[in-house]
């Protein structure tokens, strides 16, 4: 059974930093591409940034420079390292499985509060 | 960067209800639109694929269709289940990007 579970998310202070992980299961990370995307409180989605199976990624502009997304093969599970965190990256962030046409697998999401 | 326009903001309904959604896109994207369900507390729910392809075990009340920019989703006739926030996701171009969302509420 397909399965992720994203773990990492808390109350930040801004300009602080975060790791967010996402462990998979019955299947491999370095297999597919896999994503991250987010929903503001009360808002609609956004993506957020993806790796493919050879490694590259692509990031939305607002988090360039300050994020970054990455994969451990041997633990089959996504990070997403957030840095210099700002109060409008407040978000549920979801990992997905992105099956080259649609996100196929999700996760329940991990809260990230940044405030001070 | 594509936008999605999703209209109208929400939509009152009564179950047994035909529901028509809209998403415009800014500029072409072929037939590279992906319709999603959420339910409050919970991640989204792929609905529908490349516009018109129902996914795995999505009841056949949904439909997609459109092309090029203007796209519709069709609930033939609304279930008690059914009402929830619907986005669109175009996979066109990078950046990927979701319209804003459709919520289908009880009347």
């Known amino acids: 059974e397909v399965q992720l579970v994203e773990s990492g998310g808390g109350l930040m202070q801004p300009g602080g930093s975060l790791r967010l992980s996402c462990a998979a299961s019955g299947f491999s990370v370095s297999s597919n591409y896999m994503s991250w995307v987010r929903q503001a409180p009360g808002k609609g989605l956004e993506w957020v940034s993806i790796?493919?199976?050879?490694?590259?990624?692509y990031y939305v502009d607002s988090v360039k420079g300050r994020f970054t997304i990455s994969r451990d093969n041997s633990k089959n599970t996504l990070y997403l390292q957030m840095n210099s965190l700002r109060a409008e990256d407040t978000a549920v962030y979801y990992c997905?499985?992105?099956?080259?046409?649609?996100?196929?697998?999700w996760g329940q999401g991990t809260l990230v509060t940044v405030s001070s | 960067e594509i936008v999605l326009t999703q209209s109208p903001a929400t939509l009152s309904l009564s179950p047994g209800e035909r529901a028509t959604l809209s998403c415009r896109a800014s500029?072409?994207?072929?037939?590279?639109l992906a319709w999603y369900q959420q339910k409050p507390g919970q991640p989204p729910r792929l609905l529908i694929y490349?516009?018109?392809n129902r996914a795995t075990g999505i009841p056949a009340r949904f439909s997609g269709s459109g092309s090029g920019t203007d796209f519709t989703l069709t609930i033939s006739s609304l279930e008690p289940e059914d009402f929830a926030v619907y986005y669109c996701l175009q996979r066109n171009s990078w950046p990927q990007t979701f319209g804003q969302g459709t919520k289908v509420e009880i009347k």
């Open positions: 490349d516009a018109s």
């Open positions: 997905a499985r992105w099956a080259e046409i649609y996100y196929d697998y």
């Open positions: 790796i493919y199976r050879d490694g590259t990624t």
């Open positions: 500029q072409t994207i072929t037939t590279y």
